[in-house]
């Protein structure tokens, strides 16, 4: 078992180091955990010495095999309980996440198990986040940011790369969810936004910084 603060670090840690990829230096942790540098270091000591990350002083932080099982596993709960809250207690996606970041440190095995069960296994979460398998796989979808596609082109919208309520409720108010259609009819030079079509009914004008945060079916 681990502590709330453990679980929370390690995954921070997995999420900066893109999934697993590559090393995170201790100012960005410190940022995310909202806290100071120093406690950083001495909680990556702490973790260090239950063999959950790699930590060299001065030149960041990866997890162990051991650390990005545990991470994985609370991102699951997590991920499971926002399908669960969606779906069986009807709350909206935009106010699944701070609920979830405490169901997630439940430790029950047995619970996972039997919540995943009823949900009937579900792969992805309400936001279109891959949920991780019992034994840590994660199924990726064919996906690319709205940004990254060109006029004419058009797509189903799979998943959101900001799940902060705000942005939820911006694109509540504009129609679009999962599974909308979005075609791209136009892209504005001067500011990189965009004009699409959604559900070839409805025309929308999006800023660029949106178009980053939406993602669409390859």
């Given at each position: ?17 893109a999934n697993g990829t590559q090393e995170v ?67 909206n996606w935009d106010e699944v996440h701070d ?120």
């Amino acid at each position: 078992m681990h502590s709330f603060t453990e679980e929370n670090y390690i995954k921070a840690i997995y999420k900066l180091s893109a999934n697993g990829t590559q090393e995170v230096n201790t100012n960005a942790i410190a940022e995310v955990m909202e806290t100071k540098a120093a406690s950083v270091t001495d909680m990556l000591r702490k973790l260090s010495s239950k063999n959950l990350v790699h930590y060299v002083k001065y030149r960041g932080v990866s997890l162990t095999k051991e650390g990005e099982r545990v991470a994985l596993q609370v991102i699951r709960k997590h991920r499971l309980w926002e399908v669960f809250l969606v779906e069986k207690l009807k709350f909206n996606w935009d106010e699944v996440h701070d609920v979830a970041e405490e169901l997630e440190h439940i430790g029950s095995p047995l619970l996972t198990q039997r919540l995943d069960e009823f949900l009937g296994h579900p792969r992805f979460d309400p936001h279109g986040d891959p949920i991780p398998t019992e034994n840590g796989e994660i199924k990726q979808k064919k996906q690319r940011l709205l940004a990254e596609m060109d006029v004419n082109e058009d797509g189903v919208v799979v998943g959101v790369n900001d799940s902060q309520p705000l942005f939820l409720q911006y694109l509540d108010k504009m129609g679009i969810s999962l599974g909308s259609r979005i075609k791209v009819i136009d892209r504005i030079a001067y500011d990189n936004s965009y004009e699409i079509t959604l559900e070839n009914k409805k025309n929308l004008l999006l800023s660029s910084e949106v178009t980053k945060n939406i993602f669409l079916s390859a």
